[in-house]
Every structure is written in structure tokens, then in C-alpha cells.
């Protein structure tokens, strides 16, 4: 049955069948998503860049992130939108991210954004602000959706919830060397004078920050009263720790193919 829901004027088709992979911060979720979006010719949501979105107004515009009505506020009136490298829709990877019809990619993705997008999106408010608009990239022939409650509270009825976990360490290396191929290829700031004087004392520092930092993400996101990150009771749980992107992409394609998801 072709069923379309409409909800607070957003047609919402149920139809769509949605693969949901969840998962604490670098553990690969984003590469995974965006390769079984490609391989299956599925639209794809990155639901961190809406948080990180909502961040980054908050922090230029210097609204307290602890300020709920405003953070809302700006969640609620925020202009995104997202593009591929073509300028078109929304699905194709690498994905550009546009608010109030600004290309702000580089700056959602810099590691400063990180904590604030974090704390904005342990408010109630911001999330509801957000949910409808997560459900409105459900559309056919399906859906992969990435984030941290894709699987329990957006998506709960999703075909497949991947939960893509990592050992703290391998996810800030990760991340580091994220962070580190941005900035070899220009679209993240050059390091400081004071990085220049003590490269390999600080590329140290540097990865202790990030350990920290992604410590302090987990911690916020695993013991917030709403939407914690945790996996769904239905979800597989991955630890790709010891494996490639493309040992964790077989594995998943193998559990799509077992359900008879895709073409
Ligand atoms: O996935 P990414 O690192 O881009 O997400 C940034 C932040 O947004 C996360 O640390 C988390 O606090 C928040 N987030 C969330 N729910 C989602 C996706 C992201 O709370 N579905």
C-alpha cells in the first residue's frame, strides 16, 4: 500500500524503507552512510550537519547554548539546505551544506563546532524543531539516515539500524586524520604560528585535544534525558575498531541483501 503521511504539513512517505546507522562520533557512520547511499541509489540524511548547522549560529551569534528558547528559536528559523557538488539535490555525495544560502560545509565540519553542536542538540527543543525535518528526506526508493537517534526515535520503524561503535582511541585518530586531510587541502584554517614552532609536540597536543573532545561529545550524548545515544534494542551492533571502511561496508551490504533491501 502506497501510504503518504502528512504531518504538521510535511508529506511523509511511509513507504520508503529507511537504513538507520547510529553511532558515538567518528566511528565511520558518515563514510558508510553516504557508500550505501551511492551503492544503492538511496537518498541520504546526515542529521549531524543539522545539529552542527543549529552550533554554528549559536556560537556567531553568541546565544548562551544552555539558552533553550533561543537556541530553539534559531533551530526553528535556520534556512539550510543541503546540495550536492553540482549544485542540485540533497543526495549525492560529497554533500554541500548551505544556510541562508551560504556554503558553510568547511565551517559545520571544523572541530570548534563540534561542543557546541553537542550541547544545542541536548535540548528538547532543538530536536523537536529538527524531527520533522529529518523525516521529510524520507522519500522513495528509500532512505539511509546517520546520527545517534535515527534508529530509536526518528526512524524507529527502519528496515535496518546499524549501531557503528569504536574504541575512543581509534575514533580520535580518525578524526584527527579527518581533520588533518581538510587542512592539507585547504578548507580548514592553517595551523597557528605557535603550532608552526613545535610541529610534532603539537600534532600530540593536538590529538589529545581531540581525544578529550571526543570524550566530552560521547559523555553529553550517552546521559542526555532525550534522544541519548544508545543503540535500538533491533539494531546490529558494529564494532569497526579492527576494520576497514570497506570490511564494515561488505558486512552491511550482507545484512541488506539478507533483508531484501535495495536493487
Ligand atoms: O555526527 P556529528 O558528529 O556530525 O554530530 C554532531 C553532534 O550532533 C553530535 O555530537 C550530537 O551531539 C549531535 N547529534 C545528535 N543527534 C543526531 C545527530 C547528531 O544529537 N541524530
Redesign the pocket.
Known amino acids: 500500500m502506497n501510504e503518504t503521511r502528512v504531518s504538521r504539513g510535511v508529506a511523509v512517505s511511509s513507504l520508503a524503507d529507511v537504513i538507520a546507522i547510529?553511532g558515538p562520533?567518528?566511528s565511520g557512520?558518515?563514510t558508510l552512510a553516504s557508500r550505501l547511499a551511492a551503492a544503492l541509489g538511496w537518498h541520504l540524511l546526515?542529521?549531524?550537519?543539522?545539529?552542527?548547522v543549529v552550533?554554528l549560529i549559536a556560537q556567531r551569534r553568541g546565544i548562551d547554548f544552555d539558552d533553550a528558547e533561543s537556541v530553539a528559536e534559531a533551530a526553528r528559523n535556520a534556512d539550510i539546505a543541503f546540495k550536492d557538488s553540482a549544485g542540485t539535490l540533497p543526495d549525492a555525495s560529497p554533500i554541500r551544506v548551505f544556510v541562508g544560502g551560504i556554503d558553510e560545509t568547511d565551517a559545520?565540519r571544523s572541530a570548534e563546532v563540534?561542543q557546541p553542536?553537542?550541547?544545542v542538540?541536548?535540548v528538547p527543543a532543538v530536536?523537536e524543531a529538527l524531527f520533522v525535518t529529518?523525516q521529510s528526506f524520507r522519500r522513495p526508493p528509500g532512505l539511509v539516515a546517520?546520527?545517534?537517534?535515527?534508529g530509536t526515535v526518528?526512524f524507529p520503524d527502519a528496515r535496518l539500524k546499524i549501531f557503528l561503535t569504536a574504541s575512543v582511541e581509534a575514533r580520535a585518530q580518525r578524526r584527527f586524520e579527518q581533520l588533518k586531510d581538510r587542512e592539507a587541502s585547504g578548507s580548514l584554517r592553517a595551523p597557528s604560528d605557535s603550532e608552526h614552532e613545535n610541529p610534532a609536540g603539537s600534532l600530540d597536543a593536538e590529538l589529545r585535544a581531540i581525544r578529550a573532545s571526543t570524550e566530552a561529545?560521547d559523555e553529553?550524548?550517552r546521559t542526555?534525558p532525550v534522544?541519548p545515544?544508545l543503540p535500538a534494542p533491533d539494531a546490529v551492533t558494529i564494532d569497526s575498531t579492527e576494520m576497514s571502511i570497506d570490511d564494515v561496508m561488505a558486512a552491511v551490504m550482507a545484512l541488506v541483501q539478507e533483508r531484501g533491501l535495495g536493487r
Request: avoid cysteine; proline fraction near 0%.
Open positions: 547510529d562520533g567518528a557512520k558518515g546526515d542529521s549531524g550537519a543539522l545539529y552542527r552550533g559545520i563540534e553542536a553537542s550541547r542538540a541536548a530536536r529529518q546517520d546520527g545517534r537517534d535515527m526518528v561529545r553529553r550524548d542526555r534522544s545515544l
